[in-house]
Nanobody, 124 residues
Framework: QVQLVESGGGLVQTGGSLRLSCVAS????????MGWFRQAPGKERESVAV???????YYADSVKGRFTISRDNAKNTVALQMNSLKPEDTGVYYC??????????????????WGQGTQVTVSS
């Protein structure tokens, strides 16, 4: 069992930056693929960034060059650095874990554990 707790959301102006953090409980954090997802009002949950055990990453086209995902297996944390934020980045951001070492899964149904979410609002 893995429990995930996100932090770092908030209100920021267009062009600003935020850093989201996710702390995971459990001894097997390093064996999980970790992902950040977001959900805007009235829209489906979508993948933003994924990082596997080796540090291989995936980014949605809409965030490439602006967002960076990273993990620290010693501290059981995964972070999402978000720069050059746009109003369309607004939504609830979720941290998720999948019981796979090397997968780069981007579909929410492929993930086993979820955090409670943190709100990110980008004003224009």
């Amino acid at each position: 069992q893995v429990q995930l707790v996100e932090s770092g959301g908030g209100l920021v102006q267009t062009g600003g930056s935020l850093r989201l953090s996710c702390v995971a409980s459990g001894r097997t954090f390093s064996s999980h693929t970790m992902g950040w997802f977001r959900q805007a009002p009235g829209k489906e949950r979508e993948s933003v960034a994924v990082i596997n055990w080796r540090g291989n990453t995936y980014y949605a086209d809409s965030v490439k060059g602006r967002f960076t995902i990273s993990r620290d297996n010693a501290k059981n944390t995964v972070a999402l650095q978000m720069n050059s934020l746009k109003p369309e980045d607004t939504g609830v951001y979720y941290c998720a874990a999948r019981r796979q070492l090397l997968s780069i899964a981007t579909t929410p149904s492929e993930y086993n554990y979820w955090g409670q979410g943190t709100q990110v609002t980008v004003s224009s």
